[in-house]
């Protein structure tokens, strides 16, 4: 034991009834060793006909205190167990289930035994407020599409719609669109927005029958542009669940406990005859939205009930695991882009009722093969619709990236691991500007990495939508993106910070932001987060309250340092605190006292990523860097088209066929000129060709037969490439998020 000490601060050792020791195991998860002040943790593990099995774990704290701290916990174990034998009725069982779902409460709800409790937890929604570029994207959200949508696209976010008790469409946009625009909302307290959203919350309350279904339950004929059919589907409710989850969160709202209690007993007494997939597959795929609901209301009630249907829940889902060990993800068109967007968290959410390794492995080794065979430098993969492989011409759908995202962050909260959220801020701050126009009214279907013309064409997609799926407009290839792209920002800044379970607070995910949260011993503060990231390597943060009679509080600052970072610096009130290497969380634990300031350095050095036939990426910090290319944006109209009236195509008369002169990759801080404005770092909007406050000069070389092929980059040359000519020229590249056209994979030539 004392061996083990050295490298863990979580030492679990369980016990049976009657007395005697299992196992002894190792954990040595980061998040896990993070907690700061130790804790004896209280587990029922299984239970057979004659013995229960309890885990008690020494969580957190140093080395010489975890040794008596463990040695004391064995005695009480010893006392407790011996004792137990004498009274253990299955009353008494229940008391002390109770009793041991309490004692690991802190300022905020973990999860509630015997679910696995989660290193870090989500703040109530509203805690967290954007400041900076992060505000600009939420109030432009608010004036273009998001905030209007009722009225951009009344034939189904107005009152036909079936969520709202009429006869239009009956499924899956109407959830999506509120999906979004409820957190929106709420995060910018804006009581416009609140009142769009409140009629759909009351309508899904209402619609309730005795036996606990809810929302559209009739199916219509046909009618161009509409779903009107499989209206009991199990999937839109899913969407259901996780908006009335969030103004639970936002509003305490009891009606939702009470609604979702019924719909749960009833999803129980009704799937084994009507499964998952009974009216459509979707179900089958995103079934991991149904389950982290059903934890979700577990932990707010105890109902045993919810912990049978989150296995019947799993079970009736698409496996993910069988599709990882059958190597669905090493070949292309296995999978829709967005249902492995959506469900690759599966198995993670699973994990906290079955606590087998297998799970978190099967999606680590999932993003793995996705990475190889379908991987974007933006973050995403091939995905247009179906999974289409790496080729940088292949598209990546809208709905893919803000789905990515969400999942990234359950599961960042429920593992803790920095490799979630260092993918979370590649999509956040490439993908996803990219994709969507600077007024937040138009939006691409697909994107390209390397995309040199957006125009009305049909390409080499697996799927296609009279060639608009390049296009800006509104219902440019498939409608579900404009209905669903509304939750990507609002749900990025819910989950910048979280509360940990040694009642300090975490800045996991980086953006200029504000959070009020209960530290210590149930503590109110206020810390400002005053940054120019991912544009600038400094963050800044500031004590700006603590709400009780001394103005001082004790709490961990927990701090991830990102795995592209060799070495952070972390200063206290100007004085160097700690020096920090990628890929860790620092934790700060001390006093606070009001404008007390912690200053995070994370130098951001130039690194190169290797993607499609050995091409290469340009990388500083978090961003992609790619070819600045001249935008001729021109407006084009529909005619009688379910497209929408217009489209916007994009084109540029500048070169685009460069190869990058062959350069060591070791000395790219000397090959990479970067230069910093830092009058557009101060803008509120960073994120476009013009307002790019960070430029990286590289040297490259034309290569003549790399043309264009049916309206896109033609096919890759492989690197190294000995088709160039000419000299040698300086080409500028820009953030990836600030581009429309762009080479973001470059072949490698000779000097």
């Known amino acids: 034991l004392d061996d083990s000490l050295q490298h863990s601060r979580n030492i679990p050792v369980c016990f049976k009834l009657p007395v005697r020791f299992a196992n002894t195991q190792l954990h040595t998860d980061s998040a896990q060793r993070a907690a700061a002040v130790p804790f004896i943790q209280v587990q029922k593990s299984r239970q057979q006909e004659f013995e229960t099995v309890y885990v008690y774990s020494v969580v957190g704290g140093e080395r010489d205190t975890l040794c008596l701290f463990a040695v004391v916990c064995l005695l009480a174990a010893n006392l407790f167990t011996i004792s137990a034998q004498k009274w253990f009725t299955p009353e008494a069982e229940k008391q002390v289930d109770a009793l041991l779902s309490q004692v690991v409460e802190g300022n905020y709800k973990n999860n509630r035994y015997p679910l696995l409790r989660k290193p870090l937890m989500e703040l109530p929604l509203g805690s967290i407020k954007p400041k900076g570029w992060l505000h600009e994207m939420l109030v432009r959200q608010k004036n273009g599409a ?34 979004g625009l409820l957190p929106l909302a709420y995060i910018l307290d804006d009581d416009v927005l609140k009142a769009k959203v409140q009629p759909w919350i009351e309508w899904a309350l209402q619609s309730q029958r005795e036996d606990g279904f809810f929302g559209p339950e009739k199916d219509y004929p046909g009618e161009p542009g509409l779903q009107r059919d499989n ?39 009704t799937l084994p005859q009507k499964p998952l997939g009974h009216w459509s597959s979707w179900a089958e795929f995103r079934a991991c939205d149904n389950l982290q609901a059903v934890y979700w209301l577990y932990n707010l009630t105890g109902e045993d009930f919810l912990l049978e249907l989150g296995h019947l829940l799993h079970r009736q889902s698409f496996s993910f695991i069988d599709m990882v060990d059958r190597g669905d993800l090493r070949r292309p068109c296995t999978i829709h882009c967005v249902n492995l967007a959506q469900g690759i968290k599966e198995p993670i959410i699973y994990y906290l009722q079955d606590t087998d390794r297998k799970y978190i492995d099967a999606v680590k080794e999932g993003f793995r093969d996705i990475r190889r065979f379908h991987g974007q430098p933006q973050g995403m993969y091939g995905g247009d619709e179906a999974l289409h492989g790496n080729n940088p011409t292949q598209g990546s759908e809208l709905c893919s990236a803000v789905e990515l995202m969400y999942s990234l962050e359950k599961m960042v909260e429920i593992t803790g691991d920095i490799d979630f959220a260092d993918h979370l801020e590649r999509i956040a701050f490439n993908a996803l500007p990219a994709q969507i126009s600077d007024d937040f009214m138009t939006k691409q279907y697909f994107q390209q990495p390397n995309q040199v013309m957006v125009t009305r064409h049909r390409r080499n997609f697996d799927q296609d939508h009279e060639g608009t799926d390049l296009a800006f407009g509104t ?41 009020t ?88 050095e130039v690194f190169t990523s290797t993607w499609y036939e050995n091409a290469v990426s340009i990388e500083r910090g978090p961003l992609v ?19 929408g009236s217009y489209y916007y195509q994009v084109t540029s008369s500048d070169p685009w066929n460069y190869g990058l002169v062959d350069f060591d990759r070791n000395r790219m801080n000397e090959v990479a000129q970067v230069s910093i404005n830092s009058q557009k770092q101060q803008l509120d909007f960073p994120w476009n060709q013009e307002n790019a406050p960070v430029e990286i000069k590289m040297k490259a070389r034309l290569i003549p037969t790399w043309t264009v092929y049916n309206e896109m980059a033609g096919p890759q040359p492989f690197s190294f490439c000995g088709s160039a000519e000419g000299g040698e020229q300086e080409i500028t590249l820009i953030p990836y998020g600030c581009t429309t056209l762009r080479i973001s994979e470059f072949p490698v030539v000779g000097k």
């Open 517 to 604: 949260a209960n530290v210590g011993d149930n503590v109110p503060v206020v810390i400002s987060e005053d940054t120019y990231y991912p544009m600038d390597h400094q963050i800044t943060f500031t004590i700006k309250e603590v709400r009780n009679k001394v103005k001082q509080v004790k709490f961990p600052f927990h701090l991830r340092v990102p795995k592209w970072c060799k070495q952070a610096e972390i200063r206290v009130n100007g004085k160097m605190e700690q020096t920090v290497k990628g890929g860790k969380i620092a934790i700060v634990d001390r006093i606070w006292k009001r404008n007390d300031k912690i200053e995070l350095y994370l130098p951001m």
């Open 625 to 643: 860097y790619a070819l600045k290319m001249e935008e001729n944006w021109e407006k084009k109209e529909f005619k009688d088209s379910w497209y």
């Open 475 to 515: 219902l440019t290839g498939y409608p579900c993106c404009f209905s669903n792209m509304h939750q990507g920002w609002p749900k990025f800044t819910q989950h910048l910070w979280y509360a940990t379970p040694d009642n300090g607070i975490a800045a996991i995910v980086y953006s200029p932001s504000e959070v």
């Open 146 to 179: 998001s905030g209007q949508m009722d009225v951009l696209y009344p034939s189904v976010m107005g009152k036909r719609n079936g969520w709202l008790g009429g006869d239009g469409d009956q499924w899956e946009r109407g959830p999506y669109w509120i999906d």
């Open 231 to 269: 209206s009991q589907d199990w999937w839109p409710r899913m969407v259901v669940l996780k908006i009335l989850q969030q103004y639970y969160s936002a509003t305490n709202d009891k009606r939702v406990v009470a609604f979702m209690t019924k719909y749960f007993r009833y999803q129980l007494n």
